[in-house]
């Protein structure tokens, strides 16, 4: 099996399940089809950043790294829309954002990865933000939900 399909494989039995040993990961590989050495698992697991931690009945296990960068994200995220929108205005179910030039992009990443509902993707430009919706309503929820972010001058209401 190629490497990247196998690490992919080992952080989804990560995510899935709770090991306490290489062996009843290396056996669960198995399962699915992968043999892999002692030697070879450790390497992925080295590979993939997996650390051993207590659980919350103390017996310890490998546990992917995501979540510190999840929090540092979705804090940066927040912070994007805090800071660099300036204004939001709606056309049907369409959202157009404003933003200081050169920051558009993070806001669009910002507003993709925090999952409001009805997103059906954006489009971002040097200081504009396009965002199509699923309908008016969730246009019109999108543009309350950044517009309570905080308090902006010149937004169009």
Do not use: C, W
């Not at 992919?8 to 892999?36: M, N, Y």
């Not at 929108?85 to 990443?109: D, E, F, S």
């Not at 200081?127 to 999108?142: I, K, N, P, S, Y």
């Amino acid at each position: 099996m190629v490497r990247s399909r196998r690490l992919t494989l080992v952080a989804q039995l990560l995510s899935g399940s709770r090991f306490s040993s290489q062996e009843e990961l290396a056996r669960a590989l198995e399962r699915a089809g992968v043999s892999v050495t002692q030697a070879t698992l450790s390497r992925d697991l080295r590979s993939l950043g997996v650390a051993k931690r207590p659980g919350a009945n103390g017996k310890t296990a490998y546990e992917l790294p995501s979540p510190a960068v999840e929090t540092l994200d979705r804090e940066r995220r927040l912070l994007d829309l805090r800071a660099f929108v300036n204004q939001v205005k709606t056309a049907q179910n369409l959202v157009v954002v404003r933003t200081p030039p050169g920051h558009a992009n993070g806001v669009a990443r910002a507003i993709d990865l925090a999952e409001f509902e009805g997103v059906v993707g954006s489009v971002a430009g040097d200081d504009t933000v396009l965002v199509v919706m699923e309908d008016g309503g969730a246009a019109r929820r999108l543009k309350r939900n950044l517009d309570s972010l905080g308090t902006r001058e010149g937004i169009a209401k």
